[in-house]
């Protein structure tokens, strides 16, 4: 049985909205997040001489009952670095149950509704702002009208948001992300940034692929194809944030940006951006790692041995690269990438932002493209969500001796053996072809009877 549920969170220690962040993802392992509120900051109520607050709601459904969500949360609470403290005393974070459906309960270290909410406008103004019709089952009060009740003058919205609440079931079904590529010169004819009116073209690229069932959009402002050259910070910040900023106006769903540089990245995850999908797997910006810690965000870590002096250019099919050795293909990008992750848990980033991305593409030949597509399965027991990026790549190319518009039925081969060898994650450009192939692939091998 789904049961509906409101909860209020709140933070006034250390880096609040970090705190809040991570709650929302905590709780979403034990949950399922629906939306949540924007946020507020706060006068201390009850004890006022502390740190102000910020302060959010979220609502939720969960199968767990009243007295097991409550462990859950403070479960959750202590795993979130709280300490025992005196009463409405200051807190690294606070996790409380507002309503459970309509029920009235009343049980040792739980009562529900929250006894107190009609006095606090913390917990009632971002409340308001995602039910204010929920009626309150023991006065028959809107959440709308209890806010109007009571003085909320030491409640202030904050034009700082969280990040999209979406979470991920890995396992239960592969997800899509669609690749926006605000560039003048991608070798798959799909750059935007050589358009007159290149925002609005993103924007609409961007409704389209929601329509077609895309879970994330991976927006990226400079060309990472064997052979290309690299942009400046300058040229990219400036293709990619007010693209960033028009998506995430448009749409709802998580946005990832596809950067190396720390820069972009925070300016990115400020405009609106939610992941960080880093090619260069945190190793070429000295701040990446300690920016996506702090952040709290969702990261792609990618394994890259590329190197230009290795690149093989055909004017048709594109760059491929050629007298990459490896010693054992799988087990050097395994190693290389547990290195990857060792460098993120080091500066503080979570097991849970992690994503990992074999690299298919990226400093390997065709041959050894195809062997690790082939053996994907074998990065499961590195306990992290996998991301498989071969749409209209090279070796496509040269295996079908096709030009990058002529790659669909090859790039929908390699999406679905990426999902049957295990991918959780398939970022391709031909966005409603690749969300039929994932769902009839998940059909097959996915099914629960």
Not at 23 to 28: K, L, N, Q, W
Not at 375 to 384: A, E, P, S, T, V
């Amino acid at each position: 049985m789904t049961n509906q549920v409101f909860l209020a969170l709140g933070s006034n220690l250390g880096r609040r909205h970090k705190n809040l962040q991570q709650a929302v993802v905590a709780i979403g392992e034990f949950m399922t997040v629906q939306a949540v509120s924007p946020v507020y900051e706060t006068t201390p109520w009850g004890k006022t001489d502390q740190p102000d607050f910020l302060n959010i709601c979220l609502q939720a459904t969960t199968s767990l009952e009243p007295t097991a969500l409550l462990t859950a949360c403070k479960t959750a609470e202590t795993q979130l670095g709280r300490q025992p403290t005196e009463r409405w005393g200051p807190r690294l974070i606070d996790i409380d149950i507002i309503f459970y459906d309509d029920c009235v309960l009343e049980v040792e270290g739980l009562t529900i509704p929250h006894p107190r909410l009609a006095e606090r406008a913390f917990v009632l103004a971002p409340l308001a702002d995602l039910a204010p019709d929920f009626v309150h089952p023991i006065n028959g009060r809107t959440i709308r009208q209890l806010l109007s009740d009571i003085d909320s003058a030491t409640v202030h919205p904050l034009e700082q948001k969280l990040r999209s609440p979406r979470l991920f079931n890995w396992g239960a079904r592969t997800y899509v992300m669609g690749i926006l590529n605000a560039t003048p010169d991608s070798f798959s004819g799909d750059g935007l940034a050589g358009q007159g009116d290149f925002i609005s073209a993103a924007v609409a690229q961007a409704q389209s692929f929601v329509q077609s069932g895309v879970d994330i959009i991976d927006i990226g402002g400079e060309s990472t194809r064997p052979g290309s050259q690299p942009v400046s910070a300058e040229e990219e910040l400036a293709r990619v944030i007010p693209v960033v900023k028009a998506v995430r106006e448009a749409v709802k769903i998580p946005i990832s940006i596809d950067t190396y540089r720390a820069n972009v990245a925070r300016a990115a995850l400020q405009a609106g951006a939610d992941w960080v999908n880093d090619v260069w797997s945190l190793h070429m910006h000295p701040d990446m790692a300690g920016l996506i810690a702090e952040a709290g965000c969702p990261v792609v870590l990618m394994h890259n041995r590329s190197k230009p002096k290795s690149v093989s250019q055909e004017e048709r099919l594109g760059g491929r690269y050629i007298g990459i050795e490896y010693n054992d293909l799988i087990g050097d990008i395994k190693r290389e990438l547990q290195e990857s992750i060792d460098l993120a848990l080091a500066a503080g980033v979570q097991q849970r932002q992690i994503i990992i991305d074999p690299g298919i593409g990226f400093g390997k030949t065709v041959s050894q493209n195809l062997q690790l597509l082939d053996q994907i399965n074998l990065f499961r027991d590195m306990g992290y969500p996998i991301l498989v990026g071969a749409s209209r790549k090279s070796f496509i190319g040269y295996t079908l001796d096709l030009p990058p518009e002529e790659r669909l039925e090859g790039t929908a081969a390699t999406v679905a053996i990426a999902i049957d060898r295990g991918a959780d994650i398939v970022r391709v450009h031909d966005v409603k072809e690749m969300v039929r192939i994932a769902r009839m692939t998940d059909a097959i091998v996915r099914r629960s009877d």
